[in-house]
């Protein structure tokens, strides 16, 4: 079945570094890749997604880009801050009601 | 509004216990899931309601029981569950209707629940 793997599982960077999480996934039909930001005693928070015609997408101080042909998709995250401390779940969908989620990565920025 | 609400927040439960879990969204979502976290794991797909009929089980024990009484509404039916069932249930709504739509999901913040 679908699987997506994340890494790395922790990263820890000083305040102001860039921090990149990279996924793998196993679909060649998955064609949407969310992006979840999940903070202690909350729920995951869409920050960012790509679809399969994109390549890459900015929104501020975040990026994802999409490599098709080698099933691999990244987000960057510039200019870190502490407030960006959290777990971010990468995740693939070949479309319809079924999200498979990476593993996850805890990142923590130090200040 | 684009918010999930979830209640309660809380939920600390005995083996023989009945107790539901409820979901509210007003975003005009016609699909709501539920979801089962456990602590440092992504979460775990349990139902997808699509137009208030179920979509998806995935494969879960009948100790859980879903119920969607309306658009806006989703509930979980909690009956003779095991301490292995404490976990982060969490609530999502999207637009799509499954039939190759994009599945943009919104999360609810989640009801922790502890079976004692």
């Known amino acids: 079945g679908e699987n997506v793997e994340q890494h790395p599982s922790t990263l820890s960077v000083q305040e102001g570094d860039s921090a990149v999480i990279k996924c793998t996934y196993s679909d060649s039909a998955s064609n949407y890749f969310p992006w979840y930001k999940q903070e202690l005693g909350k729920g995951p928070q869409l920050i960012i997604d790509i679809r399969s015609n994109v390549g890459e997408k900015k929104d501020q101080r975040i990026a994802v880009t999409l490599n098709k042909t080698a099933k691999h998709f990244s987000l960057h995250i510039t200019e870190t801050q502490p407030e960006d401390s959290a777990v971010y779940f990468c995740a693939a969908s070949t479309g319809g009601f079924k999200t498979i989620f990476g593993a996850g990565t805890r990142l923590f920025v130090k200040a | 509004d684009t918010e999930v609400t979830q209640t309660p927040k809380h939920l600390v439960m005995g083996m023989t216990n009945k107790k539901s879990l409820k979901c509210e969204q007003h975003m005009g979502h016609r699909a709501m899931y539920w979801y089962k976290q456990k602590a440092k794991k992504p979460p775990e797909l349990m139902f997808v309601?699509?137009?208030?009929?179920?979509?998806i089980n995935e494969s879960v024990p009948s100790r859980f029981s879903p119920e969607c009484p309306n658009s806006s509404l989703l509930n979980l039916h909690l009956h003779a569950l095991q301490p292995e069932d404490s976990a982060l249930y969490l609530c999502?709504?999207?637009?799509?209707?499954?039939?190759?739509?994009?599945?943009?999901?919104?999360f609810g913040p989640g009801t922790r629940l502890t079976v004692l």
């Open positions: 309601y699509s137009y208030e009929k179920l979509s």
């Open positions: 999502a709504s999207s637009q799509g209707n499954g039939q190759g739509a994009y599945n943009e999901q919104f």
